[in-house]
């Protein structure tokens, strides 16, 4: 039923809030964001026209027990904490983060994770389990790539 909680899960909530607008996306799943993009749609963002059709990748890597975000080569490129990411390599998001879409700062994520991302209710339909707080895989909000052996 609509407002009821989620029933919990394996993973953290992870919540994305535009700045501009304070519009809130859930991220329930491995999700594609972008313009138009079959996961996280920001099509209706105030600058939208910086972010990708398809921009970035957003996955919970359960060895490291944390989302991770992928820019799947996008035209204007993704900033995280102001750092530039390079194409195709999964950094680490951590509570309190600032995903940039884009150039010039137009399109300003805050990442929520874990309590901070709060409770999601049924009916929302970007909606993530209720999460326990994260442990923290920042050091002085340092961008953490994330390697793996092939």
């Known amino acids: 039923m609509c407002g009821?909680?989620?029933p919990s899960a394996d993973r953290l909530?992870?919540?994305l809030?535009?700045?501009d607008l304070g519009l809130e996306f859930w991220i329930a799943r491995d999700t594609l964001i972008g313009r138009a993009a079959e996961g996280v749609d920001l099509?209706?963002?105030t600058h939208s026209q910086v972010v990708s059709r398809s921009h970035a990748f957003i996955r919970w890597d359960a060895n490291y027990s944390t989302y991770t975000v992928t820019d799947v080569n996008s035209r204007n490129g993704t900033l995280?904490?102001?750092f530039a990411l390079t194409p195709g390599i999964a950094y680490a998001l951590g509570d309190g983060d600032r995903l940039q879409l884009g150039?010039?700062?137009l399109v300003e994520m805050a990442?929520?994770?874990g309590a901070s991302a709060g409770s999601p209710v049924a009916c929302n339909h970007k909606a993530a389990p209720p999460a326990a707080e994260m442990p923290s895989t920042r050091t002085q909000n340092a961008v953490l790539p994330i390697h793996r052996n092939a």
């Open 111 to 113: 990442v929520l994770v």
């Open 17 to 19: 809030v535009d700045r």
């Open 4 to 6: 009821e909680p989620l």
């Open 43 to 45: 099509s209706g963002l």
């Open 103 to 105: 150039r010039d700062g």
């Open 80 to 82: 995280l904490n102001g």
């Open 13 to 15: 909530a992870l919540k």
